[in-house]
């Protein structure tokens, strides 16, 4: 089965590096007391100030740097045609010195002029529901050793023609040189078929650059996207989040979801998770296949309006709350 249920009171030792060495693709995790519950106190509690719903000055105080979007923590705003469009807080919980709890990095975002940290509560919700999915994940006799849970809140414009605004908006904030580097990610990043294997797409992008290729290197691209059920669309929706593997063991998702969808490729084709509020769904990452052996599951993000309408934007539209391990 590409996409198995299972409940969270029976996940034990191994249960789920089975269910994946056999060929799934993703596991559903049906656990709704423990979902409802971090979502109300890290995503609903009004307490804690998103970074969504604060001035660029305080995005900019709660971010902490990283050599690129994976292992960067705090509060993130990325925006890059192709590849991310989101606005996000991350978290990494540690294991203290003592084994029973848990120390968190950031520990608290500025907020004004304080600062705030995330309702402990909540994330020793994540602690459990990491460090179980962890153990279910680990074959038997190889527990990975030490891991740290990843709590990220990431939030996602309901309305795509918003999301094309702040690509111009972002783009228009550069210099020269730096809108050839964005206008070359963003060629790269939409290269197709075999025009996206490594290093043939930053060839294909350096190339359109130059008025004689460019318009051919285009309709070449469109082509080639034609053929690979790896870049095909189904209906109008747009990329947001270009097909990836995680680097993490694993990504547990939940949410509430207006105009976005999560799909997962499996014998050449695109499935949709139902992400929700009742459950978790299971993708492993590079790190499964480092150190367990299963294989990370390609994986992407759809914008769309299905409703035809830009819908509302409250705090937790369209918003994922992940719970991974690295």
């Known amino acids: 089965m590409e996409v198995f249920e299972i409940a969270f009171d029976a996940l034990g030792d191994g249960v789920l590096a089975k269910e994946f060495a056999a060929g799934a693709a993703a596991a559903v995790i049906t656990a709704e007391k423990w979902v409802r519950e971090a979502w109300q106190r890290l995503v609903q509690n009004p307490v804690e100030r998103l970074p969504w719903e604060a001035p660029i000055t305080e995005i900019a105080r ?20 192709g590849r991310h469009a989101q606005i996000a ?45 962890m153990r279910a994940l680990s074959p038997v006799g190889n527990d990975g050793g030490e891991f740290r849970v990843i709590v990220q809140r990431l ?35 939409g290269a197709a078929g075999f025009l996206g294997a490594r290093g043939v797409s930053d060839a294909y992008a350096l190339l359109s650059l130059i008025p004689p290729f460019g318009g051919l290197l285009d309709r070449l691209n469109k082509v080639s996207a034609r053929y690979d059920e790896r870049d095909k669309v189904n209906g109008s929706g747009m990329v947001v989040s270009k097909a990836h593997l995680d680097t993490r063991y694993f990504s547990g998702l939940c949410g509430s979801r207006k105009s976005v969808r999560t799909e997962v490729f499996s014998n050449n084709r695109w499935i949709e998770l139902d992400i929700g509020l009742d459950s978790i769904c299971v993708i492993p990452g590079r790190l499964a296949h480092e150190h367990f052996g299963l294989k990370p599951i390609l994986h992407r993000v759809i914008h769309e309006v299905r409703d035809g ?18």
């Not at 608290?108 to 994540?126: H, K, M, N, S, W």
């Not at 918003?319 to 991974?324: A, D, E, I, P």
């Open 89 to 133: 807080r991350k978290l990494e919980l540690t294991r203290s010195s003592n084994g029973s709890l848990f120390e968190c990095s950031p520990s608290a975002f500025f907020q004004g002029v304080t600062e705030v940290a995330p309702d402990r509560a909540g994330l020793e919700v994540c602690w459990k529901v990491g460090s179980e999915i």
């Open 309 to 326: 309408s830009p819908g509302d934007d409250a705090r937790d539209s369209n918003v994922t709350l992940l719970v991974g391990a690295k």
């Open 62 to 81: 709660n971010h902490r740097g990283g050599r690129d979007i994976t292992s960067t923590i705090g509060d993130t705003y990325s925006f890059r045609p």
């Open 155 to 189: 939030k996602y414009q309901v309305n795509p023609a918003d999301v094309e605004r702040i690509y111009h908006l972002v783009e228009d904030s550069l210099g020269g040189w730096a809108r050839m580097g964005y206008s070359l990610d963003t060629k790269r990043e």
